[in-house]
């Protein structure tokens, strides 16, 4: 737009904004204004837009909605919320007495050894090599030496929640592994740092791999104390080679293997024996025949076959 002074021609700075400014200085439609006048002079009263109050209602409703909604997402129930404070006291104090008792079970080893020894005395030296091999083979002081090492890692996933169980290492496999090693003539086998013993039992809970009910998760370094070379390559011979290279084929689960000249294993504590005997008069039951490992126990050194739990997790094995 312009105007003109003068005889001269000057441009409006907001011409390209003409509308707006119309919008502006008269918001109404001038037909609507006169209506309002009219009925404002005969003394009817205004007449409220209905769309503008239905607009107003339903954004009123809709932000007390979200605040609601908020407030509840932000500020669990009271009572959930001292639940899982509860819960969370009581697992700190849990843990707390785990590792005091822990601590306590690995003070009274140490003097348990300590009074051996000083029993055993320097005289008896034969009885004194006996025992430390009986401990050895029990597993109930630390070892070191060259061996082998095997680390199981659940295959390469996008999204672990959607994982195929197959797709993970199960306690199956660690327990094929494990008695391979001991066959190939390991002197002492532990997983994640934890000693296998004569009573070692290896079990699923849920997605969970429990090694003397202790949870452990992939990747899984089992660590085998001997001669590496001939712990390899009979392990290779046997059906746990022949698992172990299925697992990596088939069900793309890494297994890793490597000599270690220096490998150090932890000692798995002092051994508890338990036994039974028959009540006075009741006779013995009749021996049978042994049908295997049905809580999934590990094969000690010379030991008993594992039972396989493929019928449950859907890997056959080997």
């Known amino acids: 737009m312009t105007a003109r002074h003068g005889g001269s021609t000057v441009r409006v700075v907001d011409a390209s904004m003409t509308l707006l400014n119309?919008?502006?200085r008269r918001p109404l439609d001038p037909g609507?204004?006169?209506a309002a006048a009219r009925r404002q002079a005969a003394g009817a009263p205004a007449r409220r837009a209905p769309r503008v109050v239905a607009l107003l209602l339903v954004a009123a409703v809709l932000g007390l909605a979200i605040a609601a909604a908020t407030l509840a997402l932000r500020q669990p129930p009271t009572a959930a919320l001292a639940a899982r404070q509860l819960l969370e006291k009581q697992i700190q104090q849990r843990t707390d007495d785990t590792a005091q008792t822990q601590a306590h079970i690995n003070a009274l080893s140490?003097?348990?050894q300590q009074l051996q020894r000083d029993a055993l005395g320097t005289s008896a030296t034969e009885l004194a090599r006996n025992v430390q091999a009986e401990s050895v083979a029990a597993a109930t002081v630390p070892v070191a030496g060259p061996g082998l090492r095997v680390v199981l890692s659940d295959a390469p996933t996008s999204d672990p929640e959607t994982q195929d169980p197959n797709d993970r290492v199960q306690d199956i496999d660690l327990q094929v592994l494990v008695n391979g090693l001991w066959a190939a003539g390991a002197e002492a086998v532990a997983v994640n740092g934890q000693r296998l013993t004569a009573t070692s039992a290896i079990r699923s809970a849920g997605e969970a791999v429990l090694v003397d009910m202790v949870a452990l998760s992939s990747p899984y370094t089992v660590e085998a104390i001997g001669n590496a070379g001939r712990l390899q390559a009979d392990l290779a011979r046997t059906a746990a080679g022949q698992h172990l290279a299925t697992l990596r084929a088939t069900y793309g689960i890494g297994v890793d293997t490597s000599s270690q000249k220096h490998l150090s294993l932890p000692g798995g504590g002092q051994v508890v024996l338990q036994y039974a005997?028959?009540?006075?008069?009741t006779p013995a039951p009749a021996p049978t025949?042994?049908?295997?490992?049905?809580?999934g126990a590990v094969r000690a050194p010379g030991g008993l076959d594992v039972a396989s739990s493929a019928g449950r997790t859907g890997r056959g094995g080997t």
């Open 22 to 24: 119309e919008v502006y």
């Open 32 to 34: 609507y204004a006169e």
């Open 110 to 112: 140490s003097q348990i």
């Open 289 to 295: 025949t042994p049908r295997g490992n049905a809580s």
């Open 277 to 281: 005997q028959p009540v006075s008069g």
